[in-house]
């Protein structure tokens, strides 16, 4: 018997299908034609994956954590690629996630994963280096967290301005990387360092 699940995910694939064969269309395309066929299809498979990150919050990988003592941990760079929610165009770069652990770690892959979480969503980058920042910060025992985004958007580079230079950087900082600018300054350090 079909689950609910099931039919819902069937239900909605149609509605992407249907909408992006009408797109085709109204940009002046041929949807029948051999080319064009099966991309509504391949954009819908395609939207699953890109947009995946709504299935999960970070409780769901932040859970597994091991006793350990450390200083500041810098995970990074991160390869991310995230859809911008204002022109539906890919932006993509790299994160680096930093923080000090009070007694306790997780695994490096669980910090990739909070970043795919989050970029896996239509975004802003200002709004998933905030969200990242905050996940980390709330479902880790830590003492401090700094996130720092540089990334590439297409709709800068290939829209209006079409200026494929420039790259846009967000950071977020919370726990003792706000109040100590020694802690902060070192944590960058060690970004700057993983750049070279």
Do not use: W
Not at 68 to 87: D, L, M, N, R
Not at 93 to 106: E, N
Not at 173 to 186: C, D, I, T, W, Y
């Amino acid at each position: 018997m079909e689950s609910r699940h099931c039919r819902q995910h069937l239900r909605t694939n149609k509605v992407i299908k249907d909408s992006i064969k009408n797109i085709l269309k109204e940009i002046g395309e041929d949807p029948n034609r051999e080319g064009l066929k099966r991309t509504p299809y391949r954009v819908a498979k395609a939207y699953e994956e890109l947009f995946g990150g709504y299935k999960f919050e970070p409780k769901h990988v932040l859970n597994r954590q091991f006793a350990e003592s450390c200083g500041i941990i810098v995970e990074g760079p991160i390869t991310f690629a995230s859809t911008c929610e204002h022109h539906l165009l890919p932006f993509f770069g790299h994160a680096f996630l930093c923080y000090i652990p009070k007694k306790y770690v997780t695994g490096l892959d669980k910090l990739i994963k909070l970043v795919q979480i989050y970029a896996r969503r239509l975004q802003v980058q200002e709004r998933m280096t905030r969200q990242i920042a905050d996940g980390l910060y709330n479902n880790l025992d830590c003492l401090g967290v700094l996130v720092l985004i540089d990334a590439k958007h297409l709709c800068v580079s290939s829209r209006e301005t079409k200026d494929d230079t420039s790259y846009t950087q967000t950071s977020e900082v919370r726990g003792v990387f706000s109040s100590n600018p020694s802690a902060k300054q070192e944590a960058l350090d060690m970004i700057n360092s993983k750049r070279k």
